[in-house]
């Protein structure tokens, strides 16, 4: 059964950093394409980024709004999945969820963590 | 990247059939086949219905289907029951940012 644990969010000042893991299991982690998404209070779903796998590259991509604040990393030995939130701003309020990308070129979300919460507030 | 367009809200009776809309445009749910849909309980993890517009993953049930005409892909609850009453969000892959997703519905049960 795959099972994805997020962890590390928890309340920071604006301008703040923290680093969120995600924790994966029952698939093969390292050739897995895996994403973080996001939901702000009351909002809706917004995609954040995306590691591909080291087998065919490892490319990273980023949503305009996080682009050269966040970070998302893997580490394939340890089947865990990073998100490095630095410069923290009001609007990064939400839960973040860890993803897996399935289906045809990575195109859907097949299975999502229960989330952690990442309150930015003064 | 602007989110695809969802009706804020859809309810029915139990046993009834509905259907969630989600409109794009060329350059997402009318360029591609790539459109997926999402059921969010609270608190529970997100879980995917429908993937490439009408594939559904095993393990959802049947009462789930999907489809797509021009830029607006579609998602309907047959004999909708109680436990259908959650949000519901659409998803496509895009030719500028890999992802978007819709702007949620939420489906309440009557």
């Known amino acids: 059964e795959v099972q994805l644990v997020e962890s590390g969010g928890g309340l920071v000042k604006p301008g703040g950093s923290l680093r969120l893991s995600c924790a994966a299991s029952g698939f093969i982690f390292s050739n897995a394409w895996m994403n973080w998404v996001r939901q702000a209070p009351g909002k809706g779903l917004e995609w954040v980024g995306r590691?591909?796998?080291?087998?065919?590259?490892?490319?990273?991509d980023y949503a305009a709004p996080v682009k050269g604040r966040f970070t998302i990393s893997r580490d394939d030995s340890k089947n865990m999945l990073y998100l490095q939130v630095n410069s923290l701003k009001t609007e990064d309020t939400a839960v973040y969820y860890c993803?897996?990308?399935?289906?045809?070129?990575?195109?859907?979300?097949?299975?999502w963590g229960q989330g952690t919460l990442v309150t930015v507030s003064s | 990247q602007s989110a695809l367009t969802q009706p804020a809200s859809v309810s029915g009776s139990p046993g009834q059939s509905i259907t969630i809309s989600c409109t794009g445009t060329s350059s997402d749910v009318g360029g591609y086949n790539y459109v997926s849909w999402y059921q969010l309980h609270p608190g529970k993890a997100p879980k995917l219905l429908i993937s490439e517009v009408s594939n559904r993953p095993s393990g959802v049930s049947n009462r789930f289907s999907g489809s797509k005409s021009g830029y607006t892909a579609s998602l309907t609850i047959s004999g909708l029951q109680a436990e259908d009453e959650a949000d519901y969000y659409c998803s496509s892959y895009t030719s500028s940012s890999p992802y978007v997703f819709g702007t949620g519905t939420k489906v309440t049960v009557l």
């Open positions: 993803t897996t990308s399935g289906c045809s070129d990575g195109t859907c979300f097949s299975n």
């Open positions: 590691i591909k796998s080291y087998a065919v590259g490892g490319a990273i």
